[in-house]
């Protein structure tokens, strides 16, 4: 089994920054991207960044568009996700994502079979 662990979550105001950080361990696997959601209270889970590891391109939601970075190596298996000028509505629970199969695009949140627990990322105003 593929088990992602988060780390980094925590409490700050808005403006601040916050860097998550994710390694996935376990039985030997390849995977093909590794991504980034959060779910806020009462609402879904939804995209935040990806990376792909065949030619290491990233996607972002347009929300964090130009605040959050993304980046990783693939031969560990960990990705981080840099988050800067965080707003109130960053708000939620952030979970790690291991992508092991093709055929659904990387932003989907159906297309990733091995999810971390969760970090809670929360932003005061």
């Known amino acids: 089994q593929v088990q992602p662990v988060e780390s980094g979550g925590g409490l700050v105001q808005a403006g601040g920054s916050l860097r998550l950080a994710c390694a996935a361990s376990g039985r030997t696997f390849s995977s093909y991207a590794m991504g980034w959601f959060r779910q806020a209270p009462g609402k879904e889970r939804e995209f935040v960044a990806a990376i792909g590891w065949s030619g290491g391109n990233t996607y972002y939601a347009d929300s964090v568009k130009g605040r959050f970075t993304i980046s990783g190596d693939n031969a560990k298996n960990t990705v981080y996700l840099q988050m800067n000028n965080l707003k109130p509505e960053d708000t939620a629970v952030y979970y790690c994502?291991?992508?092991?199969?093709?055929?659904?695009?990387?932003?989907?949140?159906?297309?990733?079979?091995?999810w971390g627990q969760g970090t809670q990322v929360t932003v005061s105003s």
């Open positions: 994502a291991v992508k092991s199969f093709l055929g659904v695009h990387l932003t989907a949140t159906w297309g990733y079979d091995y």
